[in-house]
């Protein structure tokens, strides 16, 4: 129902702003216009939001956060809708004032509608409404206190934590609360617990919210052992007031003592990223509508792969791709392979690593940059040295880098490792330029291993390792 009503209020703002535009005045040939912009509106209403996920959100736990979402996509889907009108008939017809008018129509309505439910209808029901995150929680239970403890974590009131969802026997599968998803029944754990292992968020506790009363018969003795087994700490939301975590060494202090900034490139870098990503996501918004479409009849919902990585200083984000796979688990609950997961369409998007696409909206949005070290897991990175990691985490991560364009997925992670850290010492100009130009050319032609490259990287890599060992030695 909320997604029928975000894209119905889309499609029917760009009537209400043209005829307030034309004063309420048409002529015989503009019914036409009219109607095809009322369709184009919809579609791309319905791709934009049920992708993202628009439709998810419970209203009476709106957010600050959520209504920014809501507005930076229907201005997406403003954009997109326009850009679609002028490839079919150049805008003929179409006002320049409709540019503005109509997103400050439809903005108004989504935002409106959600904030008039928030204030006017929820208090009639008594609906009561991070630093980084270190360690991800699994709530069982979506009532009243799982929301407090979501809040509470959200407004840093409880450092050190993220929720990265919720487990309920009596709610709707998909739904959220501030943001936060309901990913299944307690009898669903363990299928819960491995779509987030896959996805990176697999968490240091579960935390049982709501009274045991609520819980249906047996279903905590069943957490409890699914936990116990899978090795995860079950608590009581009682104990949450004794969670204590240290504050985290920070590292731009690190990076300033060990990594060379060149301030003027980086400030001219993030520049060159937010024009190149921007004019990217405008001129490919077609084909990222086409690549949508596709997955969603092909894998179903959701569009998108989500993934939680570490980025610059280890902040962490929430990297985006088209979804290439099906999920992990099977009918039975057996654990797929990669190649039982992936269909021929899955395989095209890797093979031409348009499936990589969305990651334009982590370089818009400053979560990364277009060159950098890749965003790996932080189980993926060959090392727990901390000047190593600091090195490896001084820079935004990159949809391409020295290592993906000298091996990619045929060097092994110390390798990988080695490369990036080559990169962070070196960037500049013109090896980024010839990183541009080795992307060309992999595209086209496939990975080639540079022995040369990562025999030279992993010389620098053994000099940040004798220096930390050096360092640790003398403290």
């Known amino acids: 129902m909320i997604l029928s009503h975000d894209v119905a209020v889309t499609a029917l703002s760009f009537p209400l702003a043209y005829l307030i535009r034309q004063n309420f005045c048409l002529s015989a040939g503009q019914h036409q216009l009219l109607l095809t912009g009322t369709l184009v509106f919809a579609l791309v209403a ?3 939001y049920g992708g993202f996920g628009a439709g998810r959100s419970m209203w009476r736990f709106a957010s600050p956060n959520e209504l ?3 507005f930076g996509l229907a201005l997406a889907a403003t954009a997109m809708s326009f850009l679609a009108l002028f490839l079919v008939g150049r805008l003929d017809g179409v006002p320049r004032g409709l540019l503005i008018i109509q997103p400050m129509i439809a903005v108004v309505l989504l ?16 609906a009561k409404r991070a630093n980084v995150a270190v360690e991800p929680l699994l709530l069982v239970g979506g009532g009243d206190a799982a929301a407090l403890v979501i809040m509470i974590i959200a407004r840093r009131m409880l450092e050190g934590y993220c929720v990265v969802g919720i487990v309920d026997d009596r709610d709707v599968v998909g739904r959220t609360i501030y943001g936060v998803p309901i ?8 299928s819960v617990l491995g779509r987030l292992a896959v996805q990176g968020m697999m968490p240091a506790k579960i935390v049982v919210t709501c009274p045991h009363h609520e819980l ?6 069943r957490v409890a052992d699914i936990a116990r087994r899978q090795g995860v700490e079950l608590t009581e939301l ?3 007031i004794r969670f204590r975590d240290e504050p985290a060494p920070s590292v731009e202090a690190i990076e300033g003592r060990s990594v060379e900034e060149v301030a003027a490139y980086s400030r001219l870098r993030r520049l060159a990223d937010v024009i190149l990503s921007g004019t990217a996501l405008l001129l490919l918004a077609p084909l990222l509508l086409l690549i949508a479409s596709a997955v969603r009849l092909c894998l179903g919902s959701p569009v998108f792969f989500d993934q939680v990585r570490p980025g610059r200083a280890r902040k962490r984000f929430t990297l985006r791709k088209f979804r290439t796979m099906h999920d992990p688990l099977g009918p039975d609950g057996i654990i797929l392979t990669d190649a039982q997961r992936t269909p021929w369409l899955g395989r095209l998007l890797r093979r031409t690593r348009t499936d990589e696409l969305p990651q334009l909206i982590n370089v818009f949005m400053g979560d990364m940059s277009v060159i950098g070290p890749r965003p790996l897991l932080p189980h993926d990175i060959p090392t727990a040295d901390p000047e190593i990691l600091a090195h490896r985490y ?4 990159g949809i391409t880098g020295w290592a993906q364009v000298n091996g990619g997925h045929s060097l092994t992670a110390n390798e990988k490792l080695a490369l990036d850290l080559y990169y962070i010492r070196h960037r500049g100009l013109m090896l980024d330029v010839r990183i541009i130009t080795r992307t060309l050319e992999m595209m086209l032609f496939g990975e080639r291993v540079e022995r040369k490259a990562i025999e030279e990287a992993e010389t620098i890599s053994f000099q940040i390792s004798k220096h930390s060992i050096k360092n640790r030695a003398a403290a």
Do not use: H, K
Not at 183 to 190: A, I, K, M, N, W
Not at 216 to 221: A, F, I, P, R
């Open 46 to 48: 319905w791709l934009v």
């Open 68 to 70: 920014l979402s809501i």
């Open 111 to 126: 935002c409106g509608a959600r904030v008039a439910y928030v204030t006017l209808v929820a208090p009639r029901f008594a």
């Open 183 to 190: 990913l299944g029944s307690t009898s669903e754990l363990p």
């Open 216 to 221: 249906v018969q047996g279903s905590l003795y």
């Open 238 to 240: 009682p104990d949450l």
């Open 394 to 397: 001084a820079l935004a991560p």
